[in-house]
Nanobody
Framework: QVQLVESGGGLVQAGGSLRLSCAAS????????MGWFRQAPGKEREFVAA????????YYADSVRGRFTISRDNAKNTGYLQMNSLNPGDTAVYYC????????????????WGQGTQVTVSS
């Protein structure tokens, strides 16, 4: 079955950086778009970034554009989220997810999710 395992979360000071990884297994990784989402305490899960199966099309939430970079290495079946200039507002559990198509759909949510990794940014 499809499995997604996030890693790389932790505690960082404001202004710092973290790189999250998402290791995928169970199906051909490059055939499917993937995304990163986050959920802060007391808030709904929100979209952060998404990337097409080939890596050629990328989307970002306005709140992270210019600070975060999504990427993928299909040879390693791994996706990444490089997070720079972190601030306390970025504190959340971060989830990676994959879609059912190679292109990032506009309305259909992902169908496979990882367990999440905690990112905490101190002021």
């Amino acid at each position: 079955q499809v499995q997604l395992v996030e890693s790389g979360g932790g505690l960082v000071q404001a202004g710092g950086s973290l790189r999250l990884s998402c290791a995928a297994s169970g199906r051909t990784f490059e055939w499917y778009a993937m995304g990163w989402f986050r959920q802060a305490p007391g808030k709904e899960r929100e979209f952060v970034a998404a990337i097409s199966g080939s890596g050629g099309v990328i989307y970002y939430a306005d709140s992270v554009r210019g600070r975060f970079t999504i990427s993928r290495d299909n040879a390693k079946n791994t996706g990444y989220l490089q997070m720079n200039s972190l601030n306390p507002g970025d504190t959340a559990v971060y989830y990676c997810a994959t879609y059912e198509t190679a292109v990032v759909p506009t309305r259909t949510p992902p169908n496979y999710w990882g367990q999440g990794t905690q990112v905490t940014v101190s002021s």
